[in-house]
């Protein structure tokens, strides 16, 4: 007998019906096993299954079924209860998209080193104590999430990425960045919000790709005199020196987004793990003293897309 709730079950039959390509089952942390009933569904190409930013669910195993959906291109299971992956994920062969996003991981697993193929890997928020030496053989890889696990710095292999374009690092326990991010070189886009970095280093401002970085709550206490990226077109941060702040503003950037410096307090309280969606009283208090937009900025940057919340009104600045 099925233990998938009657909720779900409609979910599913509705897509088997109307023959979707999609389905997505997020947000339903009553989920404690795997939906069986989506393995019908063979002209899935992206499924998302999992709980909340409230609350994960108790799914703990991925079914070796999986391996019937052929088709699948795009593959989450997040917010979890997930430490192994089967084999079956490695005859998935066009899977291109795989987010483990707030499971129980405390090294990628040895199913992930094999699927070399991978253009979209998310493993953020998860208890990582290690990572693999050789990144290298991700040849594709164009975007990584590794948020939320603690790093006390970036792992050395993530720079022997050379397509990479995004890269989110954000709640960990960096301190630096490292000289090495000039290896990459495709990179548009940085995600180091939540860290302890208090140096922006020349390297990052020249590479010749960059188009956004996001470093707000560090505390960043200076940065380069010059930006000779000409490709920069947003750059957020918080920073506690007011001729930093002036030469930020006066710099060629679409978008310059600079706060004031926020309390220092460290990043692992694991904030990334109470993060909720979509409520407004959980971003944090520093961000909201500086305004609407710095929280529009937030929650877009945390793809929070569509809150349904008025945040002009919710918040009485």
């Known amino acids: 007998m099925s233990n998938t709730p ?4 409609k979910k599913i039959e509705k897509a088997q019906e109307e023959q979707s390509k999609e389905l997505y089952l997020y947000w339903h942390p009553e989920l404690t096993e795997f939906p069986e009933e989506v393995f019908a569904l063979e002209q899935l190409e992206v499924l998302r299954v999992g709980g909340s930013f409230e609350e994960n669910c108790t799914i703990e195993i991925i079914p070796d079924e999986i391996k019937s959906l052929k088709n699948l291109k795009e593959f989450h299971l997040g917010f979890a209860q997930l430490t192994i992956l089967p084999d079956a994920l490695l005859e998935l062969p066009h899977l291109k998209i795989l987010g483990l996003t707030r499971n129980l991981f405390t090294e990628v697993p040895e199913q992930v080193m094999k699927m070399t193929a991978l253009e979209n890997l998310s493993l953020a928020g998860n208890l990582l104590e290690s990572f693999p030496e050789d990144m290298s053989i991700f040849t594709e890889l164009h975007s990584l999430d590794i948020s939320g696990n603690d790093f006390a710095e970036i792992p050395a292999s993530v720079f022997q990425l050379s397509k990479l374009e995004e890269l989110y690092a954000n709640f960990n326990l960096l ?11 495709e990179l548009k886009e940085l995600y180091l919000m939540y860290n302890e970095i ?3 280093p020349e390297a990052l401002l020249k590479l010749p790709k960059i188009e956004k970085m996001n470093l707000l709550c560090n505390p960043v206490k200076s940065i380069p005199e010059v ?15 007011e001729e930093a702040k002036v030469m930020m503003n006066d710099m060629k950037i679409g978008r310059a987004l600079v706060y004031g410096m926020r309390e220092p307090s460290q990043a692992s309280e694991r904030y990334f793990k109470q993060i909720q969606y979509p409520k407004i009283n959980n971003v944090p208090k520093e961000i909201i003293r500086q305004g609407t937009q710095a929280i529009k900025e937030f929650m877009l940057d945390l793809n929070l897309e569509d809150t349904s919340v008025d945040i002009d009104e919710e918040i009485n600045l």
């Open 227 to 241: 930006i000779t990226s000409s490709s920069l077109q947003s750059m957020a941060l918080n920073i506690e020196d």
């Open 198 to 200: 208090s140096e922006i």
């Open 175 to 185: 301190t630096a960045i490292p000289e090495e991010i000039a290896n990459l070189k």
């Open 6 to 9: 009657g909720n779900i079950l």
